[in-house]
């Protein structure tokens, strides 16, 4: 088992540049969608119509059931946690939340809500813009102050990850491509699409340090490096 990791979202530009709302407790599951455009044109001669691509849409990603809980700040604080729950306040990280989703005007030429990362330990996703945010508060104290809330957080892609770098900072080379692993793909089957080599994966192990090769993961960004480096 690995060092704990404390999961959050952060803001990688404009007026809230690093800032970072830590996630009281991580996540259960993530859910990752990610789709193409088909179009289907009929023709009278033929018994089936004929597809046209029309190209990638953006990626989504969700967190759901996001439990903020001030109840106890002590035992977090005790814990190593971090985020405005250790003070008994949870509206601190919430409201931030909120304003991931609002137009930020020092970010040019034109103004809008700045792009964010989920990051939980090694993981970090490609870059995204916070979609939406719904928040159930669930307890208050005598005074009426929010103790404990769900959140849900919807994302939408905001660069093509293809386009991206891998992001995690201990890599021990420059990635040439990323690849974002969809529902269903395993790592040989990806080193048989890159490499035409199914057992290349143990190349994309190593590459992205990769403790257990069958725990890969939808959503998840690979490096993409080239035979031999």
């Known amino acids: 088992m690995g060092e704990f ?4 979202i952060k803001c990688i530009e404009g007026s809230f540049n690093n800032k970072q709302v830590y996630l009281t407790f991580n996540p259960d599951s993530v859910s990752f969608s990610k789709s193409v455009k088909w179009t289907k044109t009929t023709k009278p001669t033929s018994n089936t119509p004929d ?8 990626g989504t990603f ?7 809980d001030g109840t106890m700040p002590d035992l977090l604080t005790d814990t190593g946690k971090r985020g405005s729950a250790t003070t008994g306040t949870i509206t601190t990280d919430i409201e931030q939340l909120v304003r991931f989703t609002e137009i930020d005007d020092t970010i040019t030429p034109e103004p809008r809500p700045p ?13 995204v813009f916070v979609k939406s945010v719904k928040v159930d508060y669930e307890l208050f104290d005598a005074s009426g102050k929010p103790l404990r809330a769900k959140v849900s957080v919807d994302f939408v892609e905001a660069d093509d990850a ?5 992001q995690n900072p201990t890599s021990r080379s420059f990635a040439r491509k990323a690849r974002t692993v969809l529902e269903g793909e395993t790592l040989d089957w990806i080193a048989f699409q890159e490499y035409g080599n199914a057992a290349a994966w143990r ?8 403790d257990d090769p069958s725990d890969v993961h939808a959503g998840q960004i690979l490096r993409i490096v080239p035979l031999g480096q």
């Open 62 to 68: 969700k967190i759901s059931d996001i439990v903020f």
């Open 115 to 127: 792009k964010c990362q989920f990051v939980w330990g090694q993981y970090k996703s490609y870059s």
């Open 5 to 8: 990791q404390q999961s959050y």
């Open 162 to 166: 293809n386009t991206l770098p891998y």
């Open 203 to 210: 190349h994309l192990a190593e590459t992205n340090n990769l």
């Open 51 to 58: 597809m046209d691509f029309g190209g990638g849409k953006s």
